[in-house]
């Protein structure tokens, strides 16, 4: 018996060899198949399944807002995103990284009609919580190709809410089925199948209101290719697995522990505050605003960060004069900063010209002021109204009167500009959101207009003398207004 147990144990080392190979291969099998189809064990939905999915984006919407990670293809090709996601706002604040992020990789914050990112090709490759505070220097807008990577994540993540629940009935009607069961977080879920709104390719942007999938007599069976949805029995979604419209596999966890009221940057418009109607003290300080900006050398150096239309991104120096009535920049587009536009705006109207870039203001990058005296063979361009939202924005700034006594003017919050303590106030005139920045003795720091595109643009003001040169000689300005 005992010169048997050599043999006994080569046979029982091969037999786990033989297990062990067999579980590999089949380990390997389900990585490169991906996630295994419904077994014999799947079915339609109850009616409390049926009730729980068709409330689940209700569900997300009403808890306002949640950490998110996200996770875009597979293999060498996966793009993550990590952040947080305001669906009250709406506004999504991610760090994107991973081995294909390519140039997403960096920090990103999303409406559903507008993308800002803060490029940084060095980062690492598995992302982090972004700042609480995001940086304020490097931000660019940017137009991603629809339906696809980081545009078709965003379309994905706003179209998780919605203010409305979808009907319930086409998933009772096999439009639905139950996958199976798992824990997630210590959780007991559901993992459930439907398609509840349009998928990714559709042509209209998502939104917190898009209207889901209407109710049919002959609602369309769920099928492999509708998304996963990990339920609780709250209702509560925790995560969400589907595909883009070119086919790529994308998964969405949400963490509704970290969820942070994210900080829009200043070209979504800024720190949130508590909006209030202004005070009469307030309203008569936006009153004298004219006659303030007009008194003591009545100009200042500006500088322009506009992002304009989809992709636009200009920068520019320059400046402004309340008492003489002209402005005068110099402005680039961030990806073309080889060719610039002087912008010039007085009572004649407006004027532009296209000029050559020199070594001297090549260095001094997108903020380099324009260039004294005047260039008379430029080529100048005269029209009598504003081409775009930037000669809106100068116009607004000469102008810079208080709001009309039926104007609405809205108290949006405290902040600090150039170390003074200033009062945020939102005014619309004439079909135009204007923001000004005033400080206690009534200055303006900034302005800032709503564009078109749902974004805003910025003119700082730092008081100075206006440079010789700006106003020819025979225009000589009017003598300042002197304050009442």
């Known amino acids: 018996m005992e010169?048997?147990?050599?043999?006994?144990?080569?046979?029982?080392?091969?037999?786990?060899?033989?297990?062990?190979?067999?579980?590999?291969?089949?380990?390997?099998?389900?990585?490169?198949?991906?996630?295994?189809?419904?077994?014999?064990?799947t079915r339609a939905l109850t009616d409390d399944e049926a009730e729980r999915l068709a409330a689940v984006r209700v569900g997300t919407y009403r808890d306002v807002r949640a950490g998110v990670r996200v996770a875009v293809g597979t293999g060498a090709g996966r793009t993550d995103l990590v952040g947080w996601v305001d669906w009250s706002r709406p506004l999504a604040y991610l760090d994107v990284g991973g081995p294909g992020a390519g140039q997403d990789r960096g920090l990103v914050q999303a409406t559903p009609s507008a993308v800002v990112q803060r490029p940084d090709p060095a980062a690492i490759v598995t992302p982090a919580r972004p700042p609480?505070?995001?940086?304020?220097d490097r931000w660019r807008l940017r137009n991603p190709p629809p339906g696809r990577g980081l545009a078709g994540a965003l379309t994905v993540l706003f179209a998780l809410a919605a203010d409305r629940a979808a009907p319930a009935a086409p998933l009772r009607a096999g439009g639905g089925r139950w996958l199976g069961r798992e824990?997630?977080?210590?959780?007991?879920?559901?993992?459930l199948q439907a398609a509840l709104w349009p998928p990714p390719a559709s042509a209209a942007p998502a939104t917190t209101t898009t209207p889901v999938t209407t109710t049919s007599a002959a609602p369309a069976p769920a099928g492999d290719a509708d998304p996963r949805w990990w339920v609780d029995r709250d209702a509560r979604l925790r995560r969400w697995a589907g595909r883009l419209a070119d086919g790529t596999p994308v998964t969405v966890d949400l963490d509704r522990v970290d969820r942070p009221t994210p900080w829009p940057v200043d070209a979504l418009g800024g720190r949130p505050g508590l909006p209030r109607a202004a005070t009469d003290e307030e309203l008569a300080r936006l009153g004298r605003l004219a006659t303030r900006l007009r008194a003591g050398t009545g100009s200042a150096a500006v500088t322009v960060t506009a992002p304009l239309g989809s992709a636009a991104n200009l920068r520019g120096g320059g400046w402004l004069s309340w008492s003489a009535g002209v402005a005068y920049l110099s402005v680039a587009e961030l990806d073309t900063l080889g060719r610039r536009t002087l912008r010039r705006r007085d009572r004649a109207g407006f004027a532009r010209a296209d000029v050559p870039v020199g070594p001297h203001t090549a260095a001094a990058g997108p903020s380099a002021t324009p260039p004294l005296p005047l260039p008379a063979g430029a080529g100048w361009r005269l029209t009598g109204q504003p081409v775009d939202e930037l000669d809106a924005l100068l116009d607004a700034a000469l102008r810079a009167v208080g709001p009309p006594p039926d104007a609405t003017a809205v108290h949006l919050r405290s902040d600090r500009r150039a170390g003074h303590p200033v009062d945020v106030f939102e005014v619309r005139r004439q079909g135009q959101r204007l923001r000004y920045w005033l400080d206690r003795a009534g200055f303006l720091?900034?302005?800032?207009?709503?564009?078109?595109g749902g974004l805003w643009a910025q003119l700082e003001l730092t008081p100075g003398p206006l440079p010789a040169g700006i106003v020819p000689a025979h225009r000589k300005p009017p003598p300042p207004t002197r304050p009442g």
């Open 3 to 41: 010169e048997d147990a050599p043999g006994r144990r080569r046979i029982t080392l091969v037999a786990l060899v033989v297990v062990a190979v067999t579980a590999a291969a089949a380990l390997v099998a389900g990585l490169l198949t991906g996630p295994s189809a419904p077994t014999a064990t």
């Open 183 to 191: 824990t997630l977080g210590g959780d007991p879920v559901d993992v």
């Open 445 to 452: 720091h900034r302005l800032e207009l709503r564009t078109t």
């Open 132 to 136: 609480l505070v995001p940086p304020g």
